[in-house]
């Protein structure tokens, strides 16, 4: 379904019947990321799923997409569709745009997953490895797509989901220029939002991978435990609805019942 906002097409899904669950995918992915989870999700759940800005079927706005004007164009979906209250599953940057969304619409929130991602800022080191990441997507974005792509396993897993990333290496390398960088920008700029993990006000629940190359494990685990959250380990890479499928679909069944 197409809606139309700030002279562009937001893309998202409306499928089951129930409890309301959003579902945000990550930096180069897209709504297609959740596809085999939807037969079980849409048994007893309404689950939205939405492309975010400059990604998928989505357009781009600016060249800075922060994750606060990607929330803003979530919030419209959910008020176009006239949705109050939901829980949100966010995959690494689909839960900073979560956190986000949270901070502004806490009564809004039945509850928040995130997986493989963090409520802290990017350090020094990581916003500078985003401007070279920038750097680089202007020189060949294709071959930027694809290492960073891989890169997001954990190495032992490459092989063994080699069809699995090529299936999302070429839906990434649909991604428009535009996209990625405003992307890389408006991660590059995101507030501690620790405190909206704290709040206490809906349930939260990390997901964190042992292997994962993006996020720091310990720095996630101090985060949880200051936050005095659950958690759930795993014990491979970044991509954890692939690396681990089925425990993962397990795992955010039992936090939408609970």
């Excluded at 930027?144 to 390398?173: D, H, M, W």
């Amino acid at each position: 379904m197409i809606l139309e906002y700030k002279g562009i097409n937001i893309f998202y899904t409306d499928e089951g019947k129930g409890q309301a669950i959003v579902l945000l995918h990550g930096f180069l992915e897209n709504s297609n990321m959740w596809h085999d989870f939807l037969p079980e999700l849409t048994k007893k759940n309404r689950v939205i799923c939405i492309d975010l800005l400059g990604h998928g079927q989505t357009g781009c706005i600016g060249y800075i997409h922060s994750m606060e004007l990607m929330s803003e164009a979530v919030e419209t979906v959910l008020n176009h569709l006239k949705i109050k209250q939901s829980t949100f599953i966010g995959h690494s940057m689909g839960g900073y745009v979560a956190l986000s969304f949270a901070e502004k619409n806490p009564d809004a929130i039945i509850g928040l997953y995130l997986m493989n991602s963090t409520a802290e800022e990017d350090s020094k080191e990581k916003k500078e490895n985003r401007d070279r990441a920038i750097i680089t997507v202007k020189q060949n974005h294709k071959t930027f797509i694809r290492i960073a792509i891989n890169n997001l396993f954990r190495p032992k897993n490459r092989a063994i989901f080699i069809n699995e990333i090529k299936q999302i290496v070429a839906e990434a390398l649909q991604t428009p220029l535009q996209g990625i960088i405003a992307a890389l920008e408006g991660m590059k700029i995101r507030p501690n939002r620790e405190a909206v993990l704290s709040s206490n006000k809906f349930k939260v629940m990390m997901i964190i991978s042992k292997k994962d190359p993006v996020l720091n494990y310990n720095s996630l685990v101090l985060q949880a435990k200051k936050a005095r959250i659950k958690v759930v380990e795993f014990p491979d890479g970044h991509m954890c609805h692939i690396e681990n499928k089925d425990e993962f679909l397990h795992n955010i069944m039992r936090f939408i019942e609970n």
